[in-house]
């Protein structure tokens, strides 16, 4: 089993445990996701809704939001997960992972209240590929009621074996946290015509160029809203699923 089909299913057999545990003290109270991921808190909310002790229930994909359409059993998540899936997400904690994947950025308000730059782990288009990482400003720049996304190259470990200046499409989607809702935020940042931004990074030390958008979403969007069916920020984290295609790429 891989490491991220092993920690799915522990993150949410501990998540389904206190949830029980916790139906069993108060039967009428209601159960706020685990500490889990974006995509544990949803299967466990969809079993809770349909019963959460019947493995025969369908649930979808944890990789749903990165194009995964598989639905089935619990009995049957992990074995999909480890052998089937060909989405598999990243926690904030790795690096240098081919896309697509999910990152998830910890301590939003932290960010927001003293104006700090997040950056997300560095990510690589393919193998032995092109690598990237994102910067997050919480609080925008000088505007303070949204969030700035950059997306910039870094020093790759095989940027000798590629071609040079980078082409291509990086798209960050901004993952909706309620359950069963399509609704999602999505920005293409496009790298092309040979600029500052594409070209190889020889120095680690150089000034950062990238690919930015500086009003990602507005930090009212970012709250529950009952007409979308629509919250991002959820345990004062945001999830963002990062994925990757060629500039010519229909």
């Not at 301590?107 to 690598?131: A, L, M």
């Not at 400003?137 to 074996?161: E, H, I, M, R």
């Not at 071609?163 to 092309?192: C, R």
């Not at 020889?202 to 629509?230: A, R, V």
Request: glycine share 6%; charged share 25%; proline share 4%.
């Amino acid at each position: 089993m891989s490491k991220a089909a092993e920690k799915v299913f522990d993150d949410f057999s501990q998540d389904m445990a206190e949830a029980e545990e916790s139906l069993q003290d108060s039967p009428n109270c209601s159960v706020d996701g685990g500490a889990g991921n974006g995509s544990i808190q949803r299967l466990e909310k969809k079993l809770e809704e349909r019963d959460a002790t019947d493995t025969c229930v369908d649930i979808c994909c944890p990789n749903k939001h990165l194009g995964c359409h598989w639905s089935g059993n619990l009995t049957c998540v992990v074995e999909h997960t480890d052998y089937e899936c060909d989405c598999s997400p990243v926690f904030s904690d790795e690096t240098n992972v081919e896309v697509p994947l999910i990152i998830v950025m910890k301590d939003f308000e932290h960010s927001r209240v003293n104006h700090d730059s997040w950056y997300s782990p560095v990510f690589c288009t393919h193998e032995k590929g092109y690598q990237f990482r994102m910067r997050v400003d919480a609080n925008g720049w000088c505007t303070g009621d949204s969030v700035a996304v950059v997306v910039s190259l870094v020093k790759g470990d095989y940027d000798d074996q590629l071609q040079w200046p980078f082409e291509g499409v990086i798209t960050v989607q901004l993952l909706n946290q309620v359950n069963n809702s399509p609704h999602s935020i999505a920005q293409d940042f496009t790298f092309s015509n040979g600029g500052y931004e594409c070209q190889r990074v020889t120095d680690e030390t150089q000034p950062e160029f990238g690919c930015w958008c500086n009003q990602f979403i507005m930090h009212k969007s970012l709250l529950y809203n009952s007409t979308q069916k629509s919250q991002y920020l959820e345990k004062d984290s945001l999830f963002f699923a990062v994925s990757y295609r060629p500039l010519d790429y229909v």
